[in-house]
């Protein structure tokens, strides 16, 4: 072996740039095979992904009664009484399931990586479910990593939301379930403010140089500087276009403007006042107005606009628990449940139906655009999901943003 | 040793050893004693290695991010000196002022807690171990609360108009403070061994040969001390210059990171980074190794080596 792989067959390339398709990956695969008799010095191939070369593990449902949930920071219904999550418990008093919880994601980047050796050795990660963003969502189903589910045996799913039911990432929902969706936007303590923000411009004033804190992944914070700059993020956009948002990040991080790009943590920076602003995400920002009983925590959509993604639950390609998984991927799915977890997490909620069941908790928060959003309401303040990028875009952009995260 | 091989010995041979053979025999006792911690060290410490070392020459393969193939490219080591070079300063930067201050902080207390200390010695040594008590990651997020902007420190500072920058975290000073913090125990502990292990008499000779303070100091207790403060420098330097907590959660995004950092990042946060990550985590252990042999060589007593 030489110390750098030589550039493979052209036309392998081209394939491997494609957004992989199942059919585009056995291809590629089969095309490979050839190439490398041909080329005896030509890197081997990578294990062919895909449920097609996917063995299920035996599902042990039945005799261990346990579920294990991986999930983010605040993002399930919690008492502080009790320090219990009040519809877990009822899930497992209902179905004798042990549900265990875990607020083990941090961001999509960090928790993957850490997993995925281990997930492709199909080795055991201790969870039956793990709850990703869109994009991470489409690269470990493309990657294999996860089980196909059963709708059949999910009747509640029905109830999802029409737009969330074909996504492009996951065509008809074979593999992944919506767990919650939610806005990107500024949030901010009002009152230490001393104003309201009402776009992008008002978070790099002056008077808040340094405490700043935005968000550790460039679909969210990158994003929404794109849309400042008018760039329509739901639609193709250029290298350069996105390159222009990472450069103004970059010097704002630079010029000390920005603190900390952070994950789900940058919460604490919110709580101890070392942050005034950031580029957060909905919810975090209800539940921490909740929680310091403090209604000067703000959250808006910028003029320019805001970003909706979806976290998705999926069940590891080697948990033997997937019965149970879907158990309680059917009970959130439940109108009552699934509003009970909204009136606590403030974000919006996938499932049709618990608009009504929220009118009995809570009839302000039914009529709430951060948990129940009219399709006018999106279209209104211009709230766009980021666009699917290739494979190869998104190694691209990650490592560029990286560089700008100082990774 | 004499002893051990002949218990040994004697459980596995009812008869009685001949006399030429218990030395054979012994040598066998002798590996058998080491066989667990051998063991240990193999499957727990040499295996990885060679694994991280493997892992360290793989190449990311072409348009599949986040898979690898075997292979020996050197290139990994060449990326992660020459794009991360800056980390590799600052890392062994804030761990030699992190020893620095330790040793600082620590020497006096030593001293204070093997001469002085009287019947306080032991809440003084309470003192010291307390804080293993709790987590060490805590202990830091404590700290970022501590010295946060609206926390006592930085206002008190602000307010006397003794912060340039307006706050601490997210600072190098704070990165420092932290691993000085973090590691002081491990300073205070071997110096103070080593100072209580001292013989009384032979600093009070100083004092009979006219010596005077200051120089009985500088001639007589510190070289007595001189291993302590060896291992205690070794134990603060070579875990804070891998130290990645301090410089994540005191630290800011770009100006404060160590090596540990970039390591963590090309793990977790990078796709494809797992070759770079194990080359930097060598070519710091490699640095490390070469420093400390250095520095044993040129300060280190015989009973380091």
Redesign the interface.
């Known amino acids: 072996?030489t110390?750098?792989?030589p550039?493979?067959d052209p036309m392998?390339?081209r394939l491997?740039?494609l957004t992989i398709s199942r059919r585009g990956l056995l291809g590629a695969a089969g095309l490979g095979a050839a190439a490398t008799g041909l080329a005896a010095c030509a890197?081997?191939l990578?294990?062919a992904g895909g449920p097609a070369a996917v063995k299920l593990p035996t599902d042990r449902s039945d005799t261990e009664k346990v579920v294990r949930w991986a999930n983010w920071t605040a993002y399930l219904d919690y008492d502080e009484g009790t320090k219990k999550y009040p519809t877990l418990e009822a899930f497992i008093a209902k179905t004798g399931i042990k549900a265990s919880y875990t607020e083990d994601i941090e961001d999509n980047?960090?928790y993957v990586?850490?997993v995925?050796?281990q997930l492709r050795a199909k080795q055991d990660i201790d969870r039956d479910i793990f709850t990703l963003t869109d994009w991470m969502a489409a690269r470990v189903i493309r990657?294999g990593m996860v089980q196909p589910l059963d709708i059949i045996h999910m009747p509640n799913v029905g109830a999802m939301l029409e737009p969330l039911k074909d996504v492009s990432f996951d065509p008809g929902r074979t593999h992944s379930i919506t767990w919650q969706s939610g806005f990107a936007g500024i949030g901010y303590n009002k009152a230490k403010v001393g104003r309201d923000l009402k776009s992008l411009d008002d978070l790099w004033a002056d008077d808040l140089k340094?405490?700043v804190v935005v968000l550790s992944e460039f679909r969210d914070t990158a994003a929404l500087i794109m849309q400042q700059q008018g760039v329509d993020i739901s639609n193709p956009f250029t290298k350069v276009q996105i390159e222009k948002a990472f450069a103004e990040v970059d010097k704002r991080?630079?010029d000390?403007h920005?603190?900390?790009?952070k994950g789900n943590s940058y919460l604490?920076d919110l709580k101890?006042?070392?942050a005034l602003a950031g580029i957060v995400w909905s919810g975090d920002l209800f539940i921490l107005r909740a929680e310091t009983e403090n209604p000067d925590w703000q959250f808006v959509i910028p003029e320019s606009g805001g970003t909706l993604w979806s976290d998705n639950m999926m069940v590891p390609i080697t948990s033997t628990h997937r019965k149970n998984a879907m158990a309680l991927m059917n009970y959130y799915y439940d109108p009552a449940v699934a509003a009970k977890v909204a009136a606590y997490v403030n974000y919006i909620c996938p499932v049709q139906g618990a608009q009504r069941e929220m009118e009995k908790i809570d009839p302000e928060l039914a009529k709430s655009p951060f948990i129940f959003p009219s399709a006018d309401y999106i279209k209104q303040h211009n709230i766009q999901g980021f666009r699917a990028l290739s494979?190869?875009e998104?190694?691209e952009y990650?490592?560029a943003w990286?560089k700008v995260?100082?990774? | 040793m004499t002893a051990l091989a002949h218990t040994a010995g004697a459980g596995t041979h009812a008869g009685g050893p001949a006399p030429g053979q218990g030395r054979r025999r012994g040598g066998i006792a002798a590996y058998l004693l080491l066989l667990p911690g051998a063991l240990w060290l193999v499957l727990f410490f040499l295996l990885p290695l060679i694994q991280l070392f493997a892992v360290s020459l793989q190449s990311g393969f072409p348009g599949y991010p986040g898979y690898y193939y075997r292979d020996v490219n050197a290139g990994n080591y060449l990326t992660a000196i020459t794009q991360f070079a800056g980390h590799f300063g600052r890392s062994l930067l804030y761990a030699g002022l992190a020893t620095f201050f330790a040793f600082v902080l620590a020497y006096p207390l030593a001293y204070a807690m093997a001469f002085k200390a009287g019947r306080w010695r032991n809440v003084m040594m309470i003192a010291v171990i307390a804080p293993f008590f709790t987590s060490f990651i805590l202990r830091t997020i404590a700290w970022r609360q501590i010295l946060a902007d609206e926390g006592p420190v930085a206002r008190v500072l602000n307010t006397l108009h003794l912060l340039p920058g307006g706050r601490i975290t997210e600072t190098w000073v704070a990165v420092v403070a932290g691993l000085t913090y973090n590691f002081l125990p491990f300073m205070v502990l071997p110096i103070y061994a080593s100072l209580e292990r001292a013989d009384p008499k032979v600093i009070e000779a100083g004092g009979d040969l006219y010596a005077n303070g200051f120089t009985t100091f500088r001639t007589v207790t510190l070289p007595v001390s001189l291993p302590g403060v060896i291992a205690g420098t070794l134990l603060t330097f070579i875990p804070a210059a891998g130290d990645y907590v301090n410089a994540e959660l005191l630290g800011s995004d770009r100006s404060t990171k160590m090596v540990g950092n970039v390591i963590e990042s090309q793990f977790f946060r990078v796709l494809g980074g797992f070759p770079v990550a194990a080359a930097l985590s060598f070519t710091l252990m490699a640095l490390i190794l070469a420093m400390v042999f250095v520095y044993v060589r040129r300060f280190g007593t015989e009973e380091l080596l």
Do not use: F, T, Y
């Open positions: 072996m110390s750098k792989p550039p493979a392998l390339r491997a740039q890197p081997p990578p294990p980047d960090s990586n850490k995925a050796p990657d340094g405490r991080i630079s000390g920005i603190r900390r790009v604490e101890s006042g070392n494979p190869a998104d190694a990650s490592a990286a995260v100082g990774n």
